[in-house]
């Protein structure tokens, strides 16, 4: 997606960490998400951060620095069933649909035993 | 409760017909958009409606694409003339516009296949 930026693919062994990061640019920005997607299945919402800072939800945590425009996914412990591709999308007031989300490609994530 | 449905799940059609594709939102969410999918491609926002306003048409990609919302439940998206470019999966999402966080949570999506 335009002015989102993530890695296109990564790896990684079961239980272990990994950070996937995402760069954005907007003017009108209103928000972060997060959004897991398994192969041939819908996006389902994971995270959503608006103020600096990082959000924790079980295994899963996001950070978000708005004046870098720069925001990362961590994933702790990972499991297998975590192999999925993660989309990062902002919501910018100032662009096309106003409230609708602009997403990057996303990042294809595999988990190795 | 229900979540998002879309039908159908998979639509092959050949070049220059038109297809209807059909989205039920989340009971009670005032917010609906249209996006779609293509191979290796992020999602691409199509349009939005929220509650009885006009809809935001400003991501159809040509006069071929258009869309309805009924009653500000079910919505419709349709594509005439379709192209072999129009192949992609298309995804509705609904969303409470009026919470803070405005989430929103996506259908399962239409694959279309234009042979």
């Given at each position: 997606g335009q002015n989102i930026d993530q890695p296109t693919e990564m790896t990684a062994t079961e239980?272990?960490?990994?950070?996937?990061?995402?760069?954005?640019?907007?003017?009108g920005f209103n928000g972060l998400f997060w959004y897991q997607q398994h192969a041939g299945e819908a996006p389902t919402f994971l995270s959503y951060n608006v103020l600096d800072g990082l959000e924790e939800k079980g295994r899963f945590s996001s950070f978000l620095s708005r004046s870098k425009g720069y925001s990362?996914?961590?994933?702790?412990?990972?499991?297998?069933?975590?192999?999925a591709s993660y989309l990062c999308a902002v919501r910018d007031l100032n662009r096309k649909g106003r409230r609708a989300l602009t997403f990057g490609s996303g990042t294809r994530l595999q988990v190795q035993p | 409760?229900?979540?998002?449905?879309?039908?159908?799940?998979?639509?092959?059609?050949?070049?220059?017909?038109?297809?209807?594709?059909?989205c039920d939102p989340i009971s009670g969410h005032t917010a609906l958009y249209w996006y779609r999918q293509s191979?290796?491609?992020?999602?691409?926002?199509?349009?939005?409606?929220?509650?009885?306003?006009?809809?935001?048409?400003?991501?159809?990609?040509?006069?071929r694409f258009s869309a309805e919302r009924t009653g500000?439940?079910?919505?419709?998206?349709?594509?005439?003339?379709?192209?072999?470019?129009?192949?992609?999966v298309y995804l509705c999402a609904s969303s409470e516009s009026t919470s803070y966080t405005d989430t929103q949570y996506f259908g399962p999506g239409t694959r279309l296949t234009v042979l």
């Open positions: 239980g272990a960490i990994v950070q996937i990061n995402c760069t954005y640019q907007t003017s990362y996914l961590l994933l702790k412990e990972l499991q297998m069933k975590d192999s | 409760g229900a979540g998002v449905s879309q039908s159908p799940s998979n639509k092959v059609t050949e070049k220059g017909k038109d297809v209807e594709l059909r191979l290796g491609q992020g999602l691409e926002f199509l349009i939005y409606f929220q509650g009885n306003s006009a809809p935001d048409k400003s991501g159809l990609p040509s006069d500000g439940s079910v919505s419709t998206l349709t594509i005439q003339r379709t192209q072999q470019e129009d192949s992609a």
